[in-house]
């Protein structure tokens, strides 16, 4: 199974885009879902994170522009920026984390290959 992010893009600094992640065909369950993002010559970094009982995590950075938000019955998780700036400006991943496929399957987490979003006029 893979997650597959898309939405990302070239906007220019003030505007918005929505990410959206969901896995490549049906799982069985997934706990928490959360987006990273890696800018060139950084290490990766947590931007927003999600339980299935939709309680959120945000970093300081995209505090007040950014939401996370999720679909239990499609397993998918979104991540809407607004207000976007310069430096949010990365290659956007998002994580599934304990990932089964069947109900005595174990639980393993997967990133996604990543989307690009670049911010810039």
């Known amino acids: 199974v893979q997650l597959q992010a898309s939405g990302g893009g070239l906007v220019q600094p003030g505007g918005s885009l929505r990410l959206s992640c969901a896995p490549s065909?049906?799982?069985?369950?997934?706990?928490?879902m959360g987006w990273y993002r890696q800018a060139p010559g950084k290490q990766r970094e947590l931007v927003a994170h999600?339980?299935?009982?939709?309680?959120?995590n945000v970093a300081d950075s995209v505090k007040g522009r950014f939401t996370i938000s999720r679909d239990n019955a499609k397993n998918a998780v979104y991540l809407q920026m607004n207000s976007l700036k310069p430096d949010d400006t990365a290659v956007y991943y998002c994580?599934?984390?304990?990932?089964?496929?069947?109900?005595?399957?174990?639980?393993?987490?997967?990133w996604g290959k990543g989307t690009q979003v670049t911010v810039s006029s």
């Open positions: 999600i339980t299935p009982a939709h309680d959120t």
């Open positions: 994580k599934g984390e304990g990932v089964t496929l069947g109900p005595t399957d174990y639980e393993m987490d997967y």
């Open positions: 065909r049906s799982i069985y369950s997934i706990r928490g």
